[in-house]
């Protein structure tokens, strides 16, 4: 027999949706993949933008109470800026997030709020 709470989650994700959008900022996550920028001088890399998503985020004060239940303090220190971050957006660690002010952060580390197969919303630890 399965697990009746897993029947819940679909809720849990759109309660998160609207809960981040209530107070979200659209930000830009931005895939940075390396490709030289002269071919015939490959040990040159320029990074080059590959994809572009938008969605929504909210930022948070690292030290909130939200932050040390779901980071460590090493994690914390490693980083200016928390954001948490919708479930429909996938942000790994190679992404670069640019906010509504033109602000680009470099992503240090990624932890989900995923329950078995579902994830219900991303915490991103941000840097300058």
């Known amino acids: 027999m399965s697990n009746p709470a897993v029947w819940y989650w679909p809720e849990w994700v759109a309660l998160a949706t609207e809960m981040i959008g209530d107070a979200a900022r659209e930000v830009q996550f931005l895939?940075?993949?390396?490709a030289p920028a002269d071919p015939t001088k490959p040990w040159q890399p320029q990074g080059t933008v590959e994809n572009v998503v938008s969605g929504n985020a909210v930022?948070?004060?690292i030290g909130s109470?939200?932050?040390t239940n779901f980071a460590t303090?090493?994690?914390l220190?490693?980083?200016?800026?928390?954001?948490?971050v919708e479930p429909k957006i996938n942000v790994v660690a190679n992404h670069?997030?640019?906010d509504?002010?033109?602000?680009i952060y470099k992503v240090e580390w990624v932890q989900e709020l995923r329950?078995?197969?579902?994830?219900i919303l991303s915490y991103v630890g941000l840097k300058e």
């Open 100 to 103: 509504d002010t033109g602000k």
């Open 77 to 84: 220190k490693r980083v200016d800026l928390v954001a948490i």
């Open 59 to 61: 930022f948070v004060p």
């Open 65 to 67: 109470g939200l932050g």
């Open 115 to 119: 329950p078995g197969e579902t994830k």
């Open 31 to 34: 895939s940075i993949s390396k």
């Open 96 to 98: 670069k997030v640019k």
């Open 73 to 75: 303090e090493d994690m």
